[in-house]
Each structure stands twice: as structure tokens, then as C-alpha cells.
């Protein structure tokens, strides 16, 4: 059982501006564990401004990791990433590519035996001007997209509520909108901005204000349900976050929880509260995507999830999965479904 790392750079089709900084180009590294000719793919992929740990911190931590790696599993190397879950994300979403292919299933049914075939899927549309934004949005519903996640918190409140208000006029009624502040506001802020936008029936507001804490205050006084995102990086943190009781929504980042298993543990614990989860990706590689999307999948509902990230991307490590009507196709054949070109 060999473990080797490639490097990777992905440049965006144009800057993804968010509330913290802009996002130009991503920077990650693939993970494959080859045992006697079958590969299973992971994807590390840390987002500067948003991950706690660098590329370079990956790289180190999954090179020791990986001389731990042997046909018994992965425990003891596993381990050693506990503090780093983006290297935890790849060894593991490697682990479980192999642990598919050798059960000929498709991950997704490795990890759930009733997850679908196709998951819904949200629009990004990032804090640019207004008349840019209502371009893409309308390009995007053109497209199939039945949901939209638009970045607010880069400009000032005014433009966020009046560019929100222009894309509900040009979308309809029956389009979902959702918000990512990425933790932008103070509480007052972000609870007058919401009332401001009642009238646009927004779906949940992500992060938009930092803490667990703060979020559920939000929470707790807006007309506009709230999301936690960055705020809860860990298991505990979720935790946390359905204890407040105000906090209906619950992002799910699979790499940035440490992998497939834990990002399942965390879609157990939202779904006991009956709270919503949603699965998100990093704009990662088409590898790390495709770990989501069968994190999703197994998630089994219609929820929209925040996987439609290849198309901002100009190449890619690998062939992405196809969106169609605003859907990504889950693959069939066994693993991840996904291999570097």
C-alpha cells in the first residue's frame, strides 16, 4: 500500500469577492493510496482567510501521516491529523474511496444505503455590484438553478439590501435566496439588515454574524432563520450550535470537518434536532467536490447544497460532475467516481 501527495493550483474564471477577502486561485494538494492497482482519491484543499492551517502546514502533516498508512487502516495515521482536518479530509476521503471500490458500491452508498442519485444544488453569487449580481443571477436560473446563495457583507448595508431586493424582482418568487455574511456584522447590525429584507422571503442567512453565540442571539430576534458555518468547525461545535435552539440551519463542510465520516456524524446530529443541514465545498478540486457530493447524496433530501463550485474554475485536476438542471449527478460506478486526468 503505497500513499503519494500532488500538488495542485486551480485558477478562478474571475476573483469570488466574500466579506473577508477575494479568492483568486486555490492552492491544494491530492492524496492517493494505491493498494495493488486499486486507488482511492483524497483532496486537502485550505481556503486562505477561511481554514485555520496553510497549504504548506497540510502538506508537512500529511507527509508524516502517510508513512503511518498500512493495509490495516488508517487509525494511527488518522490520528496525527486530528488538529489539521483538511489533511484529515483527504487521507480519510482516500480511505473511504479505496473502502467503495473494494465493496464495488458508489461512496455514497457506503455511506448510507438510502442516498440518492442527484442533489440539488445552489448558484454562488459573489458580493459584486448590483447590476453584475442580477446578471449572474438571472444567468443562473436560466441555467436550472432553483436556489441562489449570494454573498453579502463585503459593501455596505444599503447595497446589500438593495442588491438583494433587485435579484428577488428579477428572479421571482419561486426561486430560493439564501445569504453568506461570513460572520461580517455585529449582532445589531446583521438583525436590522435581516428585518430590512423580510419582505424578500430569504431562505437563512449564513455566519451573519462570528460565534455560535452571537449567530443564535441573531437567530433568536431575526425573521430570517440563521446558518452556522465557519463558526462551527468541529463536532463539538455543532454540538453547541443545535443546544442554542435558535440556530436552524447547520453547514456541513466535509473537508473542512476532517472527511466523509465525521461530516456524516455532524448530518446524525443535525437531523436528531431536526434542524436542516446543508453540504458545502471549498471551490476544491473536482476530487474534494465529489467527496461532498456523496456526503450530500447520503444525506437523502432536496435540500439545495453549496456544490456547484467546478464551473468557477478555468481547469481542473479531473473531469467534474455534470450539473444538469441545476443538479449534480451523483456517479454510479464504484467509489468516488472521480479520477485525476
Not at 463550485?309 to 473531469?319: C, F, I, K, M, W
Request: include cysteine; glycine fraction near 8%.
Amino acid at each position: 500500500m503505497t500513499v503519494e501527495l500532488t500538488p495542485y493550483e486551480l485558477r478562478l474564471a474571475s476573483p469570488m469577492v466574500t466579506s473577508y477577502r477575494s479568492i483568486e486561485s486555490r492552492h491544494g494538494v491530492l492524496v492517493s493510496i494505491d493498494d495493488a492497482g486499486s486507488v482511492g482519491w483524497g483532496d486537502a484543499c485550505p481556503m486562505e482567510g477561511w481554514s485555520r492551517s496553510s497549504i504548506d502546514d497540510v502538506v508537512h502533516h500529511l507527509a508524516a501521516a502517510a508513512k503511518h498508512v498500512d493495509p490495516d487502516g488508517a487509525g494511527d495515521a488518522l490520528d496525527m491529523l486530528e488538529g489539521v482536518p483538511e489533511a484529515r479530509a483527504a487521507l480519510a476521503g482516500a480511505f473511504h474511496d479505496l473502502s467503495a471500490r473494494r465493496a464495488r458500491v458508489p461512496l455514497a452508498s457506503l455511506l448510507a444505503p438510502t442516498a440518492i442519485d442527484r442533489v440539488r444544488v445552489n448558484a454562488s453569487i459573489g458580493a459584486a455590484a448590483t447590476d453584475r449580481a442580477v446578471r449572474d443571477a438571472v444567468q443562473a436560473v436560466s441555467a436550472g438553478f432553483t436556489a441562489l446563495k449570494l454573498k453579502v457583507g463585503a459593501a455596505s448595508p444599503d447595497d446589500d439590501v438593495t442588491r438583494v431586493g433587485a435579484i428577488r424582482h428579477a428572479v421571482g418568487d419561486d426561486v430560493e435566496i439564501r445569504l453568506d455574511a461570513n460572520g461580517a456584522w455585529d449582532v445589531d447590525t446583521a438583525i436590522a439588515v435581516l428585518d430590512r429584507l423580510a419582505d424578500t422571503n430569504v431562505a437563512f442567512c449564513e455566519e451573519p454574524t462570528a460565534g455560535i453565540d452571537a449567530i443564535a442571539t441573531v437567530g433568536s430576534r431575526s425573521v430570517v432563520p440563521v446558518a452556522v458555518d465557519e463558526s462551527a468547525r468541529t463536532i463539538d461545535d455543532i454540538i453547541q450550535a443545535l443546544g442554542t435552539g435558535s440556530i436552524q440551519v447547520v453547514v456541513v463542510k466535509p473537508q473542512a470537518l476532517g472527511g466523509p465520516d465525521l461530516a456524516m456524524q455532524a448530518v446524525d446530529l443535525v437531523h436528531a434536532a431536526q434542524a436542516t443541514v446543508v453540504v458545502t465545498s471549498m471551490i476544491d478540486s473536482a476530487i474534494g467536490v465529489a467527496h461532498a457530493v456523496h456526503v450530500a447524496a447520503a444525506v437523502g433530501t432536496e435540500v439545495a447544497h453549496g456544490l456547484a463550485t467546478s464551473p468557477l474554475l478555468v481547469g481542473d485536476v479531473a473531469r467534474a460532475l455534470p450539473i444538469v438542471d441545476g443538479h449534480v449527478l451523483v456517479p454510479t460506478q464504484p467509489g468516488l467516481g472521480v479520477s485525476p486526468v
